[in-house]
DNA sequence: TCTGGGGTCCTAGGACCC
DNA sequence: TCTGGGGTCCTAGGACCC
């Protein structure tokens, strides 16, 4: 089994690509983020100001506080998917097997294309996946511009945290059998799947690193079902084609899945004040409901489950759901999130943020839909225009401004009809 | 220093059915 | 007449990832 499954990592893909976009902040301390002085968090953070201490998800207010000289720049969700895409097509011409994990992550399976990649200087089958690797890294640095890291192992978790430790710009591959090696002096928080709980919680007991995780024994009764049903999957992910419990995530390695019916789709919004007025919470909620419906439809998928998502000020946070019949209009999913949104708010608390989520998607129902309501005219009119050019290219005048009269408004404003 | 937004997966209790 | 057992769906919450 040789090492052939390789993660790769745009290093802080948001600054990188800011920095594409605007060459002065190259090579200055970077944050990209929610607006200084609002309610957001880190969402990249350039190698400049990580030594200060800034971390991606930390709040706006405390990274201006470690690196007050940096450049804070808002992120721009719209702008990064198409360079993301950039670099699959560039993937896509070394590896048959790309899977998109997210934005700024891939995994590529090399299965049977070592013989077929082979050179004649290659001394072995990893000698060929590195210099493959490499290659690629550099075509993605030199056609997209844009900095990347790989790790390369027999299994996902291995491919990820070597690429964790190949950055920044780098490459490294753990050969079959010295899976352990590489990982067992690591903290158990470098797992994929580990995170602060189980982090927490196997410090408790006395366990800190990976090695001390996989040498419990079974019968060790001081050993929580925790660190059992852990010790399994890491078992599995650092033994070469081992298999795949617990952390390792998205089981059947790369089956792209129909991406139509599958998963769930929400919107939510944190309000720049807490929420205590009804009106301004259902305004909120017709902009929500009117987004996710609209990414529905462009799915062509209609979701069977609305769920309502509320935090309040003090940060609890509760979800209401209900099952309904398959639908993509906004209007139902209105209803139904008003309806929650009344037995959910009790009197006096303030909102911080809701949210609307979808799931349980199907495909549209033929049967059904010949006796469903069409979608009113206006609205698919919308649908068109939104579908060329973005969704912002639309508001809805209740939308747009709470309180001013329904009505289509233009992007500056003018009344559309 | 008060904590974004988009997701996936897992668990657990209760309803309901046979 | 004091009580089985399995399967599936629904709902709520939480851990985790980027």
Excluded at 123 to 145: F, H, P, S, Y
Excluded at 148 to 172: D, E, F, N
Excluded at 352 to 360: H, P
Aim: net charge positive.
């Amino acid at each position: 089994m040789a090492a052939r499954i390789a993660c790769l990592d745009l290093d802080t893909f948001f600054v990188s690509v800011e920095r594409l976009l605007d060459p002065s902040l190259v090579g200055q301390p970077v944050v990209v983020g929610g607006r200084k002085g609002s309610r957001g968090v880190v969402t990249s953070a350039s190698y400049e100001v990580r030594t200060l201490g800034v971390r991606s998800g930390m709040p706006m207010m405390e990274a201006a506080r470690l690196a007050p000289n940096a450049i804070f720049v808002p992120t721009r969700h719209d702008t990064y998917g198409p360079y993301a895409a950039q670099v699959r097509a560039v993937l896509e011409r070394y590896c048959p097997v790309v899977r998109t994990a997210s934005i700024d992550e891939f995994f590529l399976d090399f299965a049977g294309c070592e013989r077929l990649y082979a050179r004649p200087g290659d001394i072995d089958a990893d000698a060929t996946i590195l210099r493959v690797v490499r290659e690629l890294r550099e075509a993605i640095q030199a056609e997209v511009k844009l900095p990347a890291s790989v790790g390369i192992g027999t299994t996902r978790p291995v491919a990820k945290m070597a690429s964790g430790r190949a950055k920044p710009a780098g490459v490294l591959l753990v050969r079959a059998g010295e899976e352990r090696a590489f990982a067992g002096p690591l903290p158990v928080r470098r797992y994929p799947g580990i995170g602060p709980v189980a982090e927490a919680r196997l410090a408790g007991m006395g366990i800190t690193t990976l090695g001390q995780l996989l040498e419990v024994p079974d019968e060790d009764a001081r050993v929580g079902a925790l660190a059992a049903s852990l010790r399994v999957g890491l078992g599995a992910g650092l033994r070469a084609g081992g298999g795949t419990r617990l952390p390792e995530r998205d089981r059947p390695a790369f089956q792209e899945h129909d991406a139509s019916a599958e998963g769930s789709l929400s919107n939510e919004r944190t309000f720049f004040v807490d929420v205590g007025d009804t009106l301004v919470a259902e305004d909120a909620l017709r902009a929500l409901a009117e987004r996710v419906t609209w990414r529905l439809r462009r799915r062509g998928a209609r979701a069977r489950t609305i769920t309502l998502k509320l935090r309040f000020a003090d940060f609890t946070t509760i979800t209401r759901g209900r099952s309904v019949p398959p639908t993509h209009n906004e209007s139902d999913v209105l209803a139904v999130v008003f309806d929650l949104l009344r037995g959910a708010w009790p009197k006096r608390a303030r909102i911080r943020l809701l949210g609307v989520q979808l799931s349980n998607l199907v495909e549209p129902d033929p049967q059904v839909a010949l006796f469903a309501p069409p979608r009113p005219r206006m609205g698919a009119a919308i649908d068109a225009v939104r579908d060329r050019f973005g969704y912002d290219a639309i508001r809805m005048g209740a939308v747009a401004r709470p309180g001013a009269e329904a009505g289509v408004v233009g992007r500056a404003g003018s009344r559309v009809r």
